[in-house]
């Protein structure tokens, strides 16, 4: 089991029509990621790398190449294949956190449960146990406009988590937020990686970076 | 599976719930539009089932087995021209000579006879009729007693009065009027009982409002005519219309009538009035019915456009869903619930406001609305489709947005 990635991504291409124009953003991108590793993807903004979060997070697909997850090409999957593999095995945190404006802290933490077919007991429970680690026990019932961005990203990681999924997708997690809380949010990721989750943190920020063990450069669609 | 099914469908409720509480403006309007098509479409069903009922009412108290000969064609009773041809003799002739004829009841009109007692004046119909008229119509004697064999006999001057006479003259009170004597076309007469009351207008012909007198009395006394009746009240055993065709014949034949003459009287059954109560309600149920249907319309777009907008303006929310594992039937069925939800809500709020207006239509008009259990079931099965309809192409725009742009939107 050891060997088998968790993630495998071979000569993965994309391209975007602009009018008649084809421009391919990823040029063949080769990535392995194991199970318990922390990564960031670094590149500047048009190097293509959330075009690749895109599709590792299977919310965009590959124009070719495979995409192997723990060994499985989940290349050919129809989109309700799709969400229910997004649903089980990812968790999104965003850059803008992307809470729903007009429901509570904890119902955003419940969020992905609503589309899970497992049946999980005390889900509300278990929303504000993770909540609650995450320093959030007093902010429970808050819309997301009455917190913080620091907060707010708080309540995108506890919802990432709620589902249990193998890989937390991070694109940008700290982009919004001042450097005190960046790091807050930094130590509340890189102490997930230590308990045994796949980290993957999408950044420009060589800092970020620095924060993972391992670090991918992309440029121009391609790893270098 | 079953249990697990219903706990997921729960939780999509639960979504499209906080949603609709969320966009309050938005289900307000939605709900304002949907409320006023069902409102109309509560009043259609209402009025129509308020008329068969009353129709059946007044089939079965016409009688279905009677029918009501008028003096004159009907050519002349439409132009109001008021000539009478039939006799107490033709009355005779259709009781001995008519197969299966077991009553005859022989009615004189008096149109806009003053009734005056004291200070109090008042205009009415006064028929003149036998001691029958009440058991035959089933018009039952409410207080007092009915005018006898022998008051026909005698001309005497008695009347029995009916409950908008009582209302009128004698301050709604029926016991103090019997035993009065009141002047009808300035002649006294002794009242000596009062009509139970029958609570049906025709238009602007109120049932309560008449008096019946002996026939014998209303001839020599107020119309002084020896010879002719106004009308003759006939029922029969066996099959209707083969008696009808009897009378007919037999009428024609004593009148005089050959070949091509049109009939100097005018038959009328229990299926005319209620042919003809349809009819006047027809004409409000086409009114409702396009108007209903045109404000349902109107309500349904109304909700489908402020749910394109919905959509758009929520497009981010959709991605987050849809990130976090929404399928694209998820979507559908979310943002279906919200519309059918409002649309369940607003049929809720019609309903209510019917039964409002339905309360004024009885009290100032002469409308008959009746509620029935099958007004809520209807209701509510118009809404859901109403809702689905309105809400099937916002839902579908909703589903098909791209997950990426949708979010990053």
Known sequence: ?224 | MAKLFKIYKLRLFNQALKAIISYPLRSFFCLIGISLGILSITLIIASIEGANKKALQLFSDFGPDAILIFSGSEQLRSARIRINTLTFDDMEAIRNHIIGCYETIPMIPVRNMTVAYGDKKWRTLGIGSTTEYFTSWGWRISDGNSFSEEDIEEFNNVAVIGQEIVKQVFNGDPQSAIGKTILLNNKPFYIAGVLKERGISFGSMVLDDRIIMPITTVMRELLNERKYIGAIRARFYGDLNSRIEDVVSLLRERHGLKGEMPNDFTIRTAEDAKQFLLVLQGTLVLFLGITGSISLVVGGFVMANLFMISVQERSSEIGIRRAFGAKKNHIITQILLECVIIALAGSLIGLILSFIAGKLILAYTTIPISFSYKVFWITALVATIVGVISGLYPAKRAASLNPVEALFA
Request: one cysteine or more; a neutral charge.
């Open chain 1, 1 to 224: 089991m050891e060997n088998i990635p968790i993630i495998e991504l071979k000569e993965i291409r994309k391209s975007f029509f602009i009018g008649n124009r084809e421009i391919e953003v990823l040029k063949g991108i080769n990535i392995k990621i194991y199970e318990k590793e922390s990564i960031a993807i670094i590149g500047q903004s048009g190097s293509g790398k959330t075009t690749l979060m895109n599709i590792i997070g299977c919310m965009d697909r590959a124009t070719s190449g495979t995409y192997l997850f723990k060994g499985k090409d989940i290349t050919t999957f129809n989109d309700d294949e799709l969400s229910s593999f997004r649903n089980e095995s990812i968790g999104f945190v965003f850059q803008q956190f992307h809470l729903i404006p007009y429901i509570n802290a904890l119902d955003n933490v419940i969020l992905p449960t609503i589309y899970s077919k497992k049946n999980i007991d005390n889900v509300k429970q278990k929303a504000i146990s993770l909540l609650t680690e995450l320093g959030m026990h007093d902010r429970i019932y808050n819309k997301p406009t009455q917190l913080s961005g620091g907060q707010q990203q708080r309540v995108a990681i506890a919802r990432a988590l709620i589902n249990d999924p193998e890989i937390i997708l991070a694109d940008e997690p700290t982009g919004a937020l001042d450097t005190k809380t960046s790091s807050e949010i930094m130590d509340i990721l890189t102490s997930l990686n230590e308990k045994g989750k796949t980290i993957i943190i999408i950044t420009h920020e060589q800092e970020i970076a620095n924060r993972c063990k391992k670090i991918i450069r992309i440029s121009d669609g391609k790893i270098v």
